[in-house]
C-alpha cells in the first residue's frame, strides 16, 4: 500500500459558504454547496495526488486518508460522467470545516484477486461550464489470490463463503482446477492468517 505525498491543485474565481452532503453507496456522491464571507476566487487542493491499495483476498487492507482543501461554490465528489461504478471502493467522511475536507478511502465489496482501478474526481461545475475546475484523484487495487503451502484457495469456483460471529472468514468446497475440491479453510482476521480445517463434511 502506498500514496503519493504530491497535491493536486486547481484555482480560478467565485466564492460562497453554507455546506450539505450526500453519500451514496460504492465509490461515493458527495455534494458541497457554500456561500461565501466575501473571499474571491476558487481553489482546490487535493492529496495526496494518488492513493495505492496493494494486499491479499480475504485479509484486511488498511485505509487511506485523503485531504481537500477548497474555496468556491459547489463543490462535488465522485466518479467521472460515463464512469463505470467502482463498488470495490468505499468512503468515510471524517470531518469538514467550511474550506476542507477529511476523507477515509477504504476497500470494500470485493474478495475477487485481480487489478482494479478508477477515478475520482473533484469538481466545481460541469464540463462545459465557464466556471468548470476540478482535480482527478487515480485510485487503484492490486488484489493477490491467497496461498497457503503454495496452494491458491481462491483459485475456484462455485465455492462458499462464509463469516461466523467472531469475524473469522470460511471456504469450503467448489471446482478447481484439479476437479471437485471438499476442503474447509478459515481465516483468522486476529492473526492475519488462514488455516486448514481438513475435509468438508
Not at 461554490?73 to 464512469?83: I, Y
Not at 475520482?120 to 466556471?131: M, T
Amino acid at each position: 500500500m502506498r500514496a503519493s505525498n504530491d497535491r493536486v491543485t486547481a484555482t480560478e474565481g467565485m466564492d460562497s459558504m453554507k455546506m450539505q452532503a450526500a453519500r451514496a453507496p460504492g465509490l461515493m456522491l458527495l455534494v458541497l454547496i457554500l456561500c461565501s464571507c466575501g473571499d474571491s476566487g476558487y481553489s482546490l487542493s487535493v492529496m495526496p495526488s494518488s492513493v495505492s491499495f496493494s494486499g491479499t483476498a480475504g485479509m484486511l487492507i488498511a485505509p487511506q486518508q485523503v485531504y481537500v482543501e477548497f474555496k468556491g461554490d459547489g463543490l462535488s465528489v465522485g466518479p467521472r460522467a460515463g464512469d463505470p461504478p467502482a463498488n470495490w471502493l468505499g468512503y468515510t467522511l471524517l470531518s469538514h470545516t467550511d474550506t476542507s475536507l477529511q476523507l477515509l478511502f477504504s476497500i470494500a465489496n470485493t474478495t475477487e484477486p485481480g487489478d482494479y482501478e478508477t477515478i475520482v474526481r473533484f469538481a466545481f461545475g460541469e464540463p462545459g461550464d465557464p466556471h468548470f475546475k476540478h482535480v482527478d484523484l487515480p485510485v487503484s487495487l492490486h488484489l493477490a489470490a491467497a496461498q497457503v503451502n503454495g496452494l491458491d484457495i481462491h483459485d475456484r469456483v462455485m465455492s462458499v463463503l462464509a463469516q461466523d460471529a467472531q469475524g473469522n472468514l470460511w471456504v469450503s468446497v467448489g471446482l478447481g482446477t484439479e476437479g471437485q475440491l471438499n476442503d474447509l479453510w478459515m481465516y483468522d482476521a486476529a492473526t492475519n492468517q488462514w488455516t486448514s480445517m481438513g475435509w468438508s463434511p
